[in-house]
């Protein structure tokens, strides 16, 4: 289901929306078994018709107690495309909060922090 779900966030964007892959994607997401709870995280950062569901669910999973899914949500936000940036606050007090956790998703969201804050969204240039 995940890899439908992206597959047609991908292709068709718009039937992606209709058909409600977001969703789907973040169910998978959620998914007790991390190998395939993080291909969907991953899926999550190319589901840019729905950003309003693909943000809160990609920050929500910044405080996964599963670290490869976790660090999955990190990479996603960290290598978010420019549509990300309307959820600019958002995504950047996620990244805080999960600084401030004493494990490798801490400093992975650390260097994620700081190259948001490098690019620049959200300020007129």
Known sequence: RGYAGEALNRMA???AKEAGATEVLIE???HPDDQIAFRAVSALQGATNRLDLAVPALVNLLENTNTLV??????ALERAPREF???RSAI????GKAAERKDSIGRRAQAALKKWEERGFGHAN
């Open 28 to 30: 998978v997401a959620n």
């Open 70 to 75: 976790a660090s999955h949500a990190v990479r």
């Open 92 to 95: 950047t007090s996620g990244l």
């Open 85 to 87: 940036e309307a959820y």
């Open 13 to 15: 964007p718009q039937a």
